[in-house]
């Protein structure tokens, strides 16, 4: 499958120049006297002269209401991104041949981007990809080691980090408390580090109970927060759960926004205490082994 990305514009030969001058992109060929293909892009990109007020779609549109082209500033779905080596250099290039800049050029973990507007009302956005790019939205690349008892204070310590601001929220933040709660259920032989580049980002506590599994723990450090890494830990042991044939059980902090993440993942409220709410994931029952006699 090929992509050809059509703009409509109101002047041919002044959108031929602003791309240009713009972007680099070279004039390959004209379509008759509204239309022009240039190229330099992944994707061929073809200027198409519509003037302004003309109505949009044609006659297989039916009885749909049909727009009429403005070359104001209007918003649509689908916009242009144009990714390059270095932002700053590709706004004020751009700029200068008569965009707009709507926002200037930011940082996210994925790269830089800035907002801008062609001459004909278009949104654009011009990125420059850092470090792994889009890639560090996706799933993190994780590696579990097991935990010994001479890690209690450094795990101690995570988890006061990760619960921070969910405690002070509701006013009980106590190191104190934090350290005779995780004292109290810290079973090395069941515990496991989360490590990404070789760097300890998290935790989790997964041990026997009854006829299941309970989850007494899991963190992740706030540096690693919003990349999807709790997501793809708690998927490792439910999967785990569900091949043994067991539910899996474990209590949130009230007003804590892991009761929504863990509600996301398929736990279901069973119970609630002053300050925690049960939760319980069953085996789906179709799992094969509980199909087994016996």
Same mark, same amino acid.
Request: proline residues 6%.
């Given at each position: 499958?090929?992509?050809?990305?059509?703009?409509?514009?109101?002047?041919?030969?002044?959108?031929?120049?602003?791309?240009?001058?713009?972007?680099?992109?070279?004039?390959?060929?004209?379509?008759?006297?509204?239309?022009?293909?240039?190229?330099?892009?992944?994707?061929?990109?073809?200027?198409?002269?519509?003037?302004?007020?003309?109505?949009?779609?044609?006659?297989?549109?039916?009885?749909?209401?049909?727009?009429?082209?403005?070359?104001?500033?209007?918003?649509?779905?689908?916009?242009?991104?144009?990714?390059?080596?270095?932002?700053?250099?590709?706004?004020?290039?751009?700029?200068?041949?008569?965009?707009?800049?709507?926002?200037?050029?930011?940082?996210?973990?994925?790269?830089?981007?800035?907002? &801008?507007? *062609?001459?004909?009302?278009? @949104?654009?956005?011009?990125?420059?990809?850092?470090? +792994? #790019?889009? $890639?560090?939205?996706?799933?993190?690349?994780?590696?579990?080691?097991?935990?010994?008892?001479?890690?209690?204070?450094?795990?101690?310590?995570?988890?006061?980090?990760?619960?921070?601001?969910?405690?002070?929220?509701?006013?009980?933040?106590?190191?104190?408390?934090?350290?005779?709660?995780?004292?109290?259920?810290?079973?090395?032989?069941?515990?496991?580090?989360?490590?990404?580049?070789?760097?300890?980002?998290?935790?989790?506590?997964?041990?026997?109970?009854?006829?299941?599994?309970?989850?007494?723990?899991?963190?992740?450090?706030?540096?690693?927060?919003?990349?999807?890494?709790?997501?793809?830990?708690?998927?490792?042991? &439910?999967? *785990?759960?569900?091949?043994? @044939?067991?539910?899996?059980?474990?209590?949130?902090? +009230? #007003?804590? $926004?892991?009761?929504?993440?863990?509600?996301?993942?398929?736990?279901?409220?069973?119970?609630?205490?002053?300050?925690?709410?049960?939760?319980?994931?069953?085996?789906?029952?179709?799992?094969?082994?509980?199909?087994?006699?016996?």
């Amino acid at each position: 499958m090929r992509i050809l990305v059509n703009i409509d514009v109101p002047d041919l030969e002044h959108a031929i120049g602003f791309y240009q001058s713009a972007f680099g992109l070279t004039l390959n060929r004209r379509l008759g006297s509204t239309g022009a293909e240039l190229l330099g892009a992944d994707a061929p990109i073809y200027l198409l002269e519509k003037a302004a007020g003309t109505p949009t779609g044609g006659p297989a549109a039916g009885g749909a209401v049909r727009q009429r082209r403005d070359y104001a500033r209007h918003w649509t779905p689908v916009h242009l991104d144009v990714v390059v080596d270095d932002v700053d250099q590709a706004v004020a290039r751009a700029v200068a041949a008569g965009a707009r800049l709507e926002d200037p050029p930011i940082t996210h973990d994925w790269g830089r981007i800035a907002h &801008l507007a *062609d001459p004909y009302g278009h @949104g654009i956005c011009i990125l420059q990809f850092l470090g +792994r #790019g889009y $890639d560090e939205l996706g799933p993190a690349s994780l590696r579990f080691t097991p935990a010994a008892e001479a890690d209690f204070e450094a795990l101690l310590a995570l988890r006061i980090e990760a619960m921070r601001d969910s405690l002070e929220r509701l006013g009980r933040f106590d190191p104190d408390r934090a350290r005779e709660r995780l004292r109290g259920t810290f079973r090395p032989e069941c515990t496991w580090h989360i490590e990404e580049d070789g760097k300890r980002i998290g935790f989790y506590c997964l041990r026997p109970e009854g006829k299941g599994l309970r989850l007494d723990h899991l963190y992740v450090h706030p540096s690693a927060q919003g990349r999807g890494v709790g997501g793809q830990v708690l998927r490792r042991i &439910l999967q *785990d759960a569900d091949r043994r @044939g067991v539910g899996v059980t474990l209590s949130a902090l +009230r #007003g804590s $926004d892991s009761n929504r993440f863990y509600r996301r993942h398929g736990f279901v409220q069973t119970g609630e205490g002053e300050w925690d709410i049960d939760y319980l994931r069953d085996c789906p029952s179709d799992n094969p082994r509980l199909a087994q006699p016996g």
